[in-house]
């Protein structure tokens, strides 16, 4: 589905960020005017890098997101920027990346979160559960990394339509819930027969158009259930609207848009969804093609790793040691060992994890200290799995611009003085 | 776990929330009057309810939290609701306390964080060094507990002078940094005889005092520096000034005020600080008594663990299936084991660790799924660390309300309708 825009998104209210501010939780609430001047300036030069014209400003629904570690492509696709990824384990909820397939619903059915009706199908015992009931049936924490499809398509030649995402349509976040083999336990099981996990999401769809054409209902295989779960919280705090609360199922290791946000319907189906989101959109066609059902669904993610510092920030690096770190992640499987090269892919030297492993599905930081002298670097990782998965050198060419992996595609060039 | 039998309620001061508040971050941005009107009666109530008198407001330096997580007791004393910790790994930022022993500097340190200059003594080779120079040295991530010293003093019976926390004063923290041996490693090692780190925060002094009696200098032993970092990003962002940014000396395992903020001084000493904050301020001392350096000083952290849920946010909890949930931390041991009572401690069940172990400084979160008929249970958890160390029935009588681990005070009253 590239395309979302087909028919006109609801128009959403704009709230008004100034650009040059510095970061909000740094000096919000600062009365210093040296402070935000001082600040001032390198933000301004940050975004030149990752954005030439204006920024957008953030649209009223993720007014809360902080605007400068974001570029706005859209409404509703918004997108971390490189150098605004630390290297804590978990991506702060205001830097986090949004893709909305449709616009948000009203933030009234955040009002009672707990009276929120989920209907569950293609089980023994079907039936409507609210999630005041679910809360009763079980509580697990995961962590795991989100990501875009189509995260990584910027760097496609081939310039596929949507959004150009770079490395930033990407986080690793904690999700609370019930697991969803507990829930269909609580209803006497999986009905025979069932080869699919099919979840549709609670958006208002528009009127006069075939809703097959826009809902967002999408279907993983079944066993995707072992590690599925109905979240309501994420990193540690009730869902937010803009990510999907107040209910979201959460199918880790498969990518984002098969999460489905402010779901109410969870099915165990014989066949896939009908939606033309799951028949034609995401699907791996050939360039210059179109999607259909006979080609692969995009949904387990695959060995990626990239390089967020130093210099993507635009601060000088000097000679001598530096830490070159970045993210890496398996997809389906825990990520195994990084290697890291500074003169594009020639030679390669083993990174170190830093920091706790919070779970297969998790991203881990890495890092490799290493001697530079003055001169341009081409730095690159490349990421091996527990599977022993090697992320490759290039990407998968295809016309929408998925699950670009390529360690080339994500090398960035250092400039030490 | 048997029926529940009688046991009489611990009287405390249950915090009750209004039902169906809609948080500050999910429904700020949004142009809906009708959230807008639910929210201002929802934070004023909230307040309300902590604080019998109006509610205060939070200071300015930490306007970016989320008022209706947090008790504010005074502008350098700030808790976290017991029923806003979340099931998540980590403390959101927005929510972690606050509790500063001199206000926090000018927001213009900020301004050129990776200038900010740190003193390094008691080493070879000892130098000042930027931040920037600090961050070419290492990068290591970890989470951790960070509690203050009084969490929980608010249990005391004595009444002990200091702020009355609860449970609040108190998360678990991403930081990222250089580890400090690394650091003394680079300055060609410690000194021969030198048996503290010793680090002094850079808050500005009130003039015409003894700079000794109100400075904030701390010393741990120096086998802390295993572990102990400077630290310059808190949970995946630049460390805000309200938490101690740009630098952060951080000490896992040990309570709140030995990681100091705004650090300008490391040194490996030979003795303790002789600043009053570490002589006599933070002692073990008798009731009634005064801190004199002789006692005992609060450092090291202790096994603890706390019930979150159900019930503390003053939602109806029905009979039938319940999930228990809290947090556990082991201080400098990892957290081995946690059991549940719901008759105020007579019985005992073990509970399930739910998500993944982050390192054995952070706290895990433990949850015990069971069943409850109508009824009013004291519901109390008790932890054990790796070394066998179990969390104790009663608090340990001190002039300061220190270091409280008491189970039986951190206990809840649950009615079950």
Known sequence: MNQPTKFQPIEMA?????????????????????????????????MAQTNAAAPKPLPAYVGWKD?????????????TKRHAFGSGLITPSDQLYIRNNLPAPDASILVD?????LVVEGVNEPRTLTLRELKSIGLETIAMVLQCSGNGRGYFPSKP?????????????????????????????MSAGMAFMTGTGGEKLPDGID?????????????????????????????SLAHGGPLRLIVPGYTGVNNIKYIKRLAFTAQESEARIMSHGYRISP???????????????????WINGPGTDGLPVKSGLVQVHGVAFG???????????????????????????????????????IRLNAGTFSLASRATDAAGNVQPQGRIENAGGYNNTSWADHAVSLTVA
């Not at 809902?215 to 979240?231: G, N």
């Not at 290697?339 to 599905?361: H, M």
Request: glycine residues 12%.
């Open 331 to 369: 997809g389906l499987h825990r990520v195994a060992k990084v290697e890291v090269s500074i003169d594009g892919g020639k030679l390669w030297n083993e990174a170190r994890f830093s920091g706790p492993e919070l779970g297969r599905y998790a991203w881990r930081q890495f890092v490799l200290a």
């Open 14 to 46: 704009v709230e008004r960020t100034p650009q040059s501010l510095p970061r909000r939780r740094v000096l919000a609430g600062s009365v210093s005017a040296l402070a935000a001047a001082g600040l001032a300036g390198a933000g301004t030069t940050a």
């Open 67 to 79: 605007p400068n570690s974001l570029i706005v492509h859209s409404a509703t696709t918004i997108e």
């Open 287 to 305: 360039p210059g093609g179109k999607g259909d059902p006979s080609q692969p669904s995009v949904q387990e993610m695959s060995v990626k790793s």
């Open 161 to 189: 339509s949507g959004t150009p995402w770079q490395v930033g349509a990407a986080g690793c976040v904690v999700w609370t819930g019930v697991p969803v083999r507990l829930v269909a336990d609580a209803l006497g099981g």
């Open 211 to 239: 809703p097959k054409s826009v809902i967002v209902e999408r279907s993983v295989p079944a066993q995707a259930m072992t590690d599925a779960m109905l979240a309501w919280e994420m990193n540690g705090v009730p869902i």
């Open 113 to 117: 979160r707990d009276a929120w009706e």
